[in-house]
Nanobody, 127 residues
């Protein structure tokens, strides 16, 4: 049984930083493609960052480019999202997910290729 668990959310002031962590247990491979997504109530889910299982290539949505960094530690089966220069627009529930494909692909932001999802961790940025 696959279990994805996020942690590290919280309340920070604008301009601050947070580091989200995600662990995935029960996966058949240690290098599954992993992604971070976020969602506000009543809004569509948004792909934030993705790291490919094969080769470790990364992809980001435009609004976080240069501020967020996704990384992974295959030995720990963990994925991280370092978030810097946070703004109130980054406030959302953040979800970690594992894909069944070895690469992020061109349409990773939609999340359709991600089969296993965590429960989410809340990130709130105050102005």
């Amino acid at each position: 049984q696959v279990q994805v668990v996020e942690s590290g959310g919280g309340l920070v002031q604008e301009g601050g930083s947070l580091r989200l962590s995600c662990t995935a247990s029960g996966l058949t491979s240690d290098d599954a493609t992993m992604g971070w997504f976020r969602q506000l109530p009543g809004k569509e889910r948004e792909g934030v960052a993705c790291v490919s299982g094969s080769g470790g290539g990364t992809a980001y949505t435009d609004s976080v480019m240069g501020r967020f960094t996704i990384s992974r530690d295959n030995a720990k089966k963990a994925v991280y999202l370092q978030m810097n220069k946070l703004t109130p627009e980054d406030t959302a529930m953040y979800y970690c997910a594992s894909s069944v494909y070895p690469y992020c692909g061109a349409y990773w932001r939609a999340g359709h290729n991600f089969a296993f999802w965590g429960q989410g961790t809340q990130v709130t940025i105050s102005s």
